[in-house]
């Protein structure tokens, strides 16, 4: 039984009448997306963590990013003006400095309120014992700009915006590769083919991704070339090959 009232609010539905009205869990799929670390664009607080987290990092500063400065948004290319979208949220969230704290200690409420979430399901998972026979992604579909580069949100190429968390938690997992990390380009179209493998399922043909257990399966990770990153400018093309070496 899950304690659905411990859960961000969004995720209630989701997970608890799957855990509670599946008696027991056999071959399953469970993709679970939180609204959280969403802001609320029409609110002007635009972050909104739940009450019972504002004791959270009460008492924390929250450092400010080195490119949080007005040299660094001078530096943008020309058409970066101020009334670009994510210089117009930068002013909603970071322009000031308490208020730049105030956006950043709900922030990171948020992301504990998820880290909790994500927590209770693991433990349901064991309780059910099958924790070590299931695979678990945890990712997300973009990063965000915390006042760098003087912007806000996303949307754009800057290491801040692309950068995404991949944690994979694999039974097929090699021991050697277990607890570590990996510096080899990723990109969200892998998830599929790689939960299709995982399934014991080929993916159709016209899939652009790639299984990511290449990466952590000694029999697979030898020589597979998981993406070509092609630069183009008006008169060269470059296309470099990252591979598992």
Not at 197 to 205: N, Y
Request: proline share 6%; hydrophobic share 35%; with cysteine.
């Amino acid at each position: 039984m899950v304690n659905c009232g411990t859960l961000p609010k969004r995720t209630h539905t989701t997970l608890c009448n799957f855990y509670n009205d599946v008696p027991a869990i056999s071959l399953f799929f469970l993709n679970v997306g939180y609204f959280a670390t969403h802001a609320v664009d029409n609110d002007p607080r635009q972050y909104l963590p739940q009450n019972t987290s504002m004791i959270l990092y009460a008492n924390a500063t929250v450092p400010v990013p080195p490119t949080a400065t007005d040299d660094a948004w001078n530096s943008m290319p020309y058409f970066f003006s101020e009334y670009n979208e994510a210089r117009v949220r930068y002013k909603w969230r970071y322009d000031e400095e308490d208020k730049h704290q105030r956006m950043m200690k709900n922030y990171y409420r948020m992301a504990t309120e998820v880290d909790t979430s994500v927590g209770i399901l693991l433990d349901e998972l064991k309780k059910q014992n099958v924790l070590e026979q299931t695979l678990i992604i945890f990712t997300t579909d973009n990063g965000n700009f915390h006042a760098e580069h003087g912007l806000a949100d996303k949307w754009y190429p800057h290491q801040e915006s692309i950068k995404v968390p991949l944690i994979i938690k694999d039974p097929r997992m090699d021991p050697e590769f277990v607890g570590t990390t990996n510096d080899d380009f990723t990109l969200n179209i892998d998830l599929a083919p790689t939960i299709l493998k995982a399934a014991g399922l080929e993916p159709l043909s016209r899939m652009m991704g790639r299984d990511m257990s290449v990466l952590y399966r000694q029999q697979y990770s030898r020589g597979r070339t998981l993406l070509e990153k092609n630069y183009f400018d008006e008169t060269t093309t470059t296309t470099t090959t990252t591979t598992t070496t």
